[in-house]
């Protein structure tokens, strides 16, 4: 069975002020508007999630249900876990490891450097530092997620906001 799963970048963000926690910052409308247009192209493309896994810092939330919004995925069903917020690549490979037996497709949201971090962990391929808002969608061929680690995936593709503004 193929499986696939698609990394998310939380979309652009309030700065960090002194006064507020960085995982209190919140989406700002750019960000919105950006994590709509890429559930709607998602959309487009066919993209399907049967789970979704999100950092619990408000950005990544946030991101993560505009996106499910978009593909017509119940918000209330987005899975929060704390220990992707700083928990590095390997918060995120344990999240992955965890899904389901029977999930074709899952979305993760997060944060850099980690998510980039793990896109390449998974893949062996330069994708750099992902951009806000932005999507590596990792395909896998006959693993299970349990069985899912460094080289094991391949990336199908990467898309950035700024790309869907130019279509």
């Known amino acids: 069975m193929k499986r696939t799963l698609y990394i998310v970048r939380h979309?652009?963000?309030?700065?960090?002020?002194?006064?507020?926690?960085?995982?209190?910052?919140?989406?700002?409308p750019e960000?919105?508007?950006?994590s709509a247009r890429m559930g709607r192209y998602l959309h487009e493309q066919g993209v399907q999630a049967t789970v979704l896994i999100s950092s619990t810092?408000?950005?990544?939330?946030d991101t993560a249900k505009v996106i499910a919004e978009q593909l017509a995925i119940d918000p209330q069903s987005i899975i929060l876990d704390e220990k992707l917020f700083?928990?590095?690549?390997?918060?995120?490979l344990a999240a992955v490891n965890s899904l389901p037996a029977d999930c074709e497709s899952a979305m993760i949201f997060?944060?850099?450097?980690d998510v980039s971090y793990f896109?390449?962990?998974l893949t062996h391929q330069d994708v750099g530092s992902m951009s806000k808002g932005s999507v590596a969608a990792i395909t896998f061929d006959n693993l299970n997620w349990s069985e899912v680690s460094g080289r094991t995936g391949f990336l199908a593709f990467y898309v950035t906001p700024k790309e869907l503004l130019k279509q």
């Open 11 to 28: 979309a652009k963000a309030e700065d960090r002020a002194a006064f507020m926690s960085d995982h209190d910052r919140d989406l700002v």
């Open 31 to 34: 960000g919105i508007m950006a």
């Open 57 to 61: 810092a408000n950005r990544a939330r």
């Open 86 to 92: 700083e928990g590095g690549p390997k918060a995120y």
């Open 110 to 113: 997060g944060h850099n450097p």
């Open 119 to 121: 896109a390449e962990y």
